[in-house]
């Protein structure tokens, strides 16, 4: 049991209010998944900067990420270090920080990770003064790997790309074989990362996100509710079966989705949303 959050923006006069309301709905689903958290934040220019470059790494400090790569600017949150510069960090950072992590990258797009109870990483994240136009958190209750902040969702493995999931996918070890074979590197054994690749992978070879996702619900087995973010984009599905909560709120200025409704209840105009329950496997996209 896993809680998952989300909040797409369609009124830029909400950007401000970003991190607060994703703090406020992060705090309802507390109970979900207390051993971790992680949230992806788009467009805060304190985190990613326009113009800039950005990766998100695990086990190293902002100092040695300002000393290893000239001219870079580290924020410090929690567990996770935000680098944002203007060369190719990505390609710089396995020779430069060989003991880093990389756990998001993406011009737009900060991953934040950490372990222990959700509100209080909120905290050490400083997401209530987040602010940009989409954020996904995910609070864990692990089933089948490891409580580290290398577990922790989101699980981001392709530029400005997210996915944080509530449940368990069966056959996660074949697929898992079937992609290294293609030159598909992992970072963990968690199975949701085997479905971030999975669509990554789809990605690059020219799926659209909803194709992506389509094709994943014909692939994997098991239970599973789903929300996947790029830099444009902001996606929901559930399993042919959908037994894993998921709800849906839209209203002419956000696009929310929960696990519970007590983390919509949250938001401003909810009680004029239109709030739905996704049906089992229809891929539901939000564009910006």
């Known amino acids: 049991m896993c809680g998952i959050v989300g909040l797409h923006l369609r009124e830029s006069s ?3 209010r970003l991190g607060e309301l994703l703090t406020a709905m992060l705090g309802q689903v507390v109970e979900r998944g207390p051993d971790s958290a992680g949230v992806a934040v788009y467009g805060d220019p304190r985190l990613s ?13 902002p100092t040695e990420a300002e000393a290893a790569l000239p001219g870079a600017v580290a924020v410090a949150a929690d567990a996770t270090t935000v680098v944002h510069g203007d060369t ?3 390609t710089a950072i396995p020779a430069a920080l060989p003991h880093a992590t990389v756990i998001g990258s993406g011009p737009d797009m900060a991953v934040l990770k950490g372990t222990g109870n959700p509100v209080e990483l909120a905290d050490a994240f400083g997401l209530s003064t987040v ?3 989409q954020g996904v958190g995910h609070t864990r209750m692990a089933t089948e790997s490891a409580v580290t902040p290398e577990g922790a969702h989101p699980f981001s493995v392709g530029p400005g790309q997210c996915l944080v999931h509530n449940g368990s996918f069966a056959n996660h070890a074949t697929i898992r074989r079937e992609l290294r074979a293609q030159g598909v590197e992992f970072d963990s054994e968690n199975d949701s990362e085997v479905g971030a690749r999975f669509i990554a992978h789809q990605l690059e070879q020219g799926a659209d996100l909803e194709k992506a996702l389509r094709l994943l619900c014909e692939r994997f087995d098991g239970f599973y509710t789903l929300l996947v973010s790029t830099s444009d984009s902001f996606a929901v599905v559930r399993d042919a079966i959908a037994c894993k909560p998921a709800l849906v709120a839209e209203t002419d200025a956000w696009v929310a989705m929960a696990s519970e409704y007590r983390a919509l209840d949250v938001l401003p105009g909810i009680e004029n949303a239109r709030i739905f329950e996704p049906e ?4 539901y996209v939000w564009r910006r």
């Open 14 to 16: 909400l950007e401000p």
């Open 49 to 61: 900067p326009p113009g800039r470059a950005v990766v998100s790494l695990l086990g190293v400090t």
């Open 88 to 90: 190719d960090l990505l």
């Open 131 to 133: 602010t940009g136009w």
């Open 280 to 283: 089992p496997e229809e891929v």
